[in-house]
């Protein structure tokens, strides 16, 4: 495999993932839920419904910028989800809710990808100067540190994906359970759902190509 092929591959993943997720949200946004009910009260019900009392619901900027803070136990939804009353609205509030649901069960992935957090943050910066750095002044081992970081940041994407797939599987089951949708409706969450689901299979397979990449870089200067 070239090196351009990896960079044409990894761009087309990226724009496609994007792409998909934007239309299934852009589509699911303009059909209005029968129940007419808000993101906010959506996010309410599941919560009271789940016993999680202490989980507070707040408004944020932003599009799709939407988050469950296991720190402050605090669903965080953009102001589109939390206002308004569309299946997109009711898809990303019950999903956001499914991580809270997670949090207090004590979720096994959700835990592993907390814990891994500092670590990647430390690994996205030094990877970089680490792999720049080796391949300016010719330091193997350098390079490798970089390849290693890399692969970090590899395996957080990789966990991240049953966390992400079991909120989605979860926000549907409550929805459903909770009659918060009919069944036509509930077929047009799920591929919201889904297509949220995916952008995090894309964002593994980016990271897989970016450690692929940096392999045929390295042996390309050997």
């Not at 019950?94 to 991580?99: A, K, L, M, N, V």
């Not at 540190?145 to 079991?166: A, C, D, K, R, Y």
Request: with cysteine.
């Amino acid at each position: 495999m070239s090196y351009s092929l990896v960079l044409i591959i990894t761009l087309i993943i990226t724009l496609g993932s994007q792409a998909y997720i934007n239309s299934s949200y852009k589509k699911t946004r303009k059909i209005k839920s029968k129940n007419n009910m808000s993101g906010y009260e959506v996010a309410k019900k599941i919560l009271k419904e789940n016993d999680l009392k202490d989980v507070k619901v707040e408004c944020i900027s932003g599009t799709l910028s939407d988050h469950y803070d296991p720190r402050t136990k605090t669903v965080r939804l953009s102001t589109d989800i939390y206002e308004g009353t569309s299946l997109a609205s009711i898809s990303v509030a019950s999903h956001e809710c499914g991580h809270a649901v997670q949090d207090k069960n004590g979720y096994l992935f959700l835990r592993i990808r907390r814990s891994l957090i500092p670590i990647v943050n430390i690994a996205s910066t030094a990877g970089y100067f680490a792999i720049a750095g080796g391949f300016l002044f010719q330091i193997v081992n350098l390079i490798w540190l970089g390849i290693i970081f890399e692969l970090v940041i590899l395996g957080f994407q990789l966990v991240t994906l049953p966390v992400e797939f079991n909120a989605s599987s979860r926000a549907l089951k409550q929805i459903k359970e909770l009659k918060i949708v009919d069944e036509k409706e509930y077929g047009n969450c799920r591929e919201m759902l889904t297509a949220a689901a995916l952008t995090y299979v894309a964002s593994a397979a980016v990271a897989l190509i970016e450690v692929l990449r940096l392999i045929l870089m390295f042996r390309n200067r050997e």
